[in-house]
């Protein structure tokens, strides 16, 4: 993936992040997912009351490219950080998240954590979710 792709993910993923609904933990996280039909689907989360019904900003983004019918995915920027002030450190994604990931990830799907869109590490899905859980193969 190139090093403007990825820039252009982060800028948008940091866009998401100022829509995060975060009454509760204060921790306002941002994910722009890229398809490969080309298109960006950003992903904010959105806390809830009920702290359980609180949903993620990498699975805000992926549900709805596959609520479209677009559900090849390509890579995904996170970003994440305390209310008040822009990212200092990278935001690895939860185990719930890793898990819808890999759903939908073949093997050149890339994750991108970033701080901004001049510092960032990416992995693959192996690396970020190894000895994944997929005895249920939809192919079969
Ligand atoms: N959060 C995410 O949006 N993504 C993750 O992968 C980890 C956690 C959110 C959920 C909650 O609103 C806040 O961060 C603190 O856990």
Redesign the pocket.
């Known amino acids: 993936m190139d090093k403007q792709t990825i820039q252009f993910l982060i800028k948008y993923a940091l866009e998401a992040r100022k829509n995060?609904y975060?009454p509760?933990?204060h921790?306002k996280?941002g994910a722009a997912l890229l398809t490969k039909s080309g298109r960006v689907y950003k992903g904010?989360?959105?806390?809830n009351a009920a702290y359980g019904s609180?949903m993620?900003?990498?699975r805000t983004a992926i549900y709805k490219a596959v609520s479209e019918g677009d559900c090849d995915i390509q890579a995904i920027a996170?970003v994440?950080g305390e209310e008040g002030s822009e990212p200092t450190e990278l935001?690895?994604?939860?185990g719930s998240?890793r898990q819808v990931m890999a759903e939908f990830a073949d093997e050149d799907f890339r994750v991108i954590l970033a701080v901004d869109e001049n510092n960032y590490r990416d992995f693959s899905m192996d690396e970020v979710l190894p000895l994944i859980f997929h005895n249920l193969d939809p192919e079969e």
């Open positions: 995060a975060t509760y933990s921790f996280v904010c989360n959105i806390e609180t993620c900003a990498e996170i994440g935001c690895p994604p939860c998240c």
